[in-house]
């Protein structure tokens, strides 16, 4: 798959992708083949990226279950419902960087933001 596609169906920056990408490549999870495409490289997933993905999907998908354990199904409608309202928001042009403003901060880099979650900054109006 290309960069560009990743991206996009990820509904993430090309940036953050190709980082991502680059740490997978170091653990030997995904590889990247340059096939002369004009978006760039391809990655695919390496022998160990699909023994990763085979064990930790079913891992995750009963953790998922086990955190909507209790909930019925009009209950786990709802916050699905609220989820994609919140992921919605999320993508209204609403990036931390953009928030922090608004409280008088401007915040450089993603550690900054870091910081400022975890109180290092203080934040006041």
Known sequence: METN???AECDLAKGTV????TTLERQQLVERERL????????????????????????????EADMAAGLDQAQKEQLA?????VI???????????FSK???VV???????????????DVER
Do not use: K, Y
């Open 5 to 7: 596609r990743l991206a």
């Open 18 to 21: 190709t980082g991502l990408v």
């Open 36 to 63: 002369g495409s004009p978006t760039g490289p391809s990655m695919r997933l390496t022998p160990a990226g699909l023994d990763t993905i085979e064990d930790v999907f079913p891992r995750f998908n009963a953790f």
């Open 81 to 85: 419902h609220l989820l994609r309202q």
């Open 88 to 98: 919605t928001n999320a993508r209204a042009d609403r990036s931390p960087f953009e």
């Open 102 to 104: 608004q409280f008088g």
């Open 107 to 121: 915040l450089t880099e993603r550690r900054d933001l870091r910081r400022c979650a975890l109180g290092a900054i």
